[in-house]
């Protein structure tokens, strides 16, 4: 209904009010569930940080204790066929996209660096951009090789262990 469309009985202005409240109640609502939702983000990012640090201290520091948690022991590899394991045409497809990210990537960090001394929200993408590169090098490349190797953790404990604190981080 457009704004010179008169209602009847002299209620034009309070309907176009009414639909003003309705927006305004539904905005305020979204933003309200937008900041909870990133207040849930920021206590899930502060949750994580702390199990990886627990799990980074086992590691390095009591690593008798990460050995009793994370051995491979009592598992044997081989008991699932290594046909069964490989997922060729998903690691290929996963290696593929990785380097044409990769490739689409290189035209924006470019952007970014050479605006960098323009506005520091640009060194901010910039830097954000490099941890980017290094996570898709790791979520791309490594789990496509490991994939078509048919690696689990008993296969290489130590790399793969690695890796997935520096994809959660």
């Not at 940080?49 to 994370?70: D, G, Q, S, W």
């Not at 993408?125 to 941890?131: N, R, S, V």
Request: proline share 4%; with cysteine; hydrophobic share 45%.
């Amino acid at each position: 209904m457009s704004p010179s469309t008169s209602m009847p009985g002299g209620r034009e202005d309070s309907f176009w009010v009414q639909i003003a409240t309705d927006l305004r109640s539904e905005a305020v609502s979204a933003v309200d569930e937008l900041c909870e939702s990133m207040r849930s983000g920021v206590r899930g990012i502060l949750t994580s940080t702390k199990t990886i640090n627990l799990v980074m201290e086992l590691f390095f520091f009591r690593h008798a204790e990460y050995e009793r948690l994370y051995n491979c022991t009592g598992l044997d590899i081989d008991s699932i066929p290594l046909e069964r394991r490989q997922f060729v045409p998903e690691s290929i497809a996963v290696c593929v996209l990785c380097a044409i990210y990769y490739v689409l990537y290189v035209p924006c960090m470019y952007s970014l660096w050479k605006h960098m001394r323009d506005n520091s929200c640009y060194k901010l993408l910039f830097y954000i951009g490099i941890i980017d590169l290094a996570i898709l090098w790791i979520l791309g490349f490594f789990s496509g090789w490991a994939n078509l190797r048919g690696a689990v953790f008993c296969s290489f404990p130590t790399p793969m262990y690695f890796v997935g604190m520096a994809t959660l981080s």
